[in-house]
């Protein structure tokens, strides 16, 4: 907010949940925007979860946002938090009716394929409009899988489990695999550099630079 950047929040969600709405709003930014707040967009005020909206209402909210703030040039970030995958069994959009998982059996692996697709779906049309050059999309999950109806296929296979960060610069045509040891802290710290700046976020360290010290961030974390 001090350099510039017009913040938004949008989530499906009520502000109040967590506190999260009062929190935002004394943190620099400019719009927080909410359940309640952005019902009123929707033709039909009653395609809703008890959680909040369906990521595709939501999704397509967002971008219509991302182009209306684009247009204007300036600097800003957006925000968003999708809910379809909200366990324990998950909240496919009607607009997944025939994307399944499997033999569609189990309902939060059908939310899960629901938001691949949608959140797939949502950042093509970042990457391929006007303004895809002057963009960092950033696509993070906030907490591993809590008890949902796929959680005794997660015990079976007894895999590390990791929460998803992934930087998309549509301007590069550069993939590879980050395999240092991180926490959610980091993100803000290893994003810094795609937007111009550099520099540590409280404990935070850039995922990035090999000059870290990958002990210190296992002490830290």
Not at 38 to 59: C, F, I, Q, R
Not at 126 to 153: C, G, M, Q, W
Not at 155 to 183: A, T, V, W, Y
Request: charged share 25%.
């Amino acid at each position: 907010n001090d350099e510039g950047y017009h913040l938004n929040f949008m989530g499906g969600a009520s502000l109040d949940f967590a506190g999260k709405g009062k929190m935002l709003k004394t943190h620099g930014f400019t719009d927080v925007l909410g359940l309640e707040e952005l019902l009123p967009n929707l033709d039909n005020k009653d395609y809703k979860t008890g959680w909040g909206l369906y990521d595709d209402s939501l999704l397509e909210m967002v971008y219509n946002r991302f182009i209306e703030l684009s247009e204007t040039g300036l600097k800003f970030g957006i925000f968003t938090l999708t809910l379809d995958t909200h366990h324990p069994d998950g909240h496919p959009s009607k607009s997944c009716e025939d994307i399944k998982y499997m033999d569609g059996s189990n309902s939060i692996l059908n939310a899960v394929a629901c938001s691949d697709y949608l959140i797939k779906k949502f950042i093509e049309k970042i990457t391929k409009s006007p303004y895809a050059n002057e963009t960092i999309v950033i696509l993070v999950s906030d907490h591993l899988a809590l008890r949902n109806t796929a959680f005794d296929l997660l015990q079976i296979k007894k895999e590390e489990r990791r929460n998803l960060f992934m930087i998309i610069d549509p301007s590069s045509n550069n993939h590879k695999e980050i395999s240092s040891i991180g926490s959610t802290l980091d993100i803000g710290t290893t994003l810094l550099p795609f937007i111009g700046y550099t520099g540590n976020i409280g404990l935070g360290r850039n995922l990035l630079n090999v000059r870290e010290r990958e002990d210190d961030r296992i002490y830290i974390h």
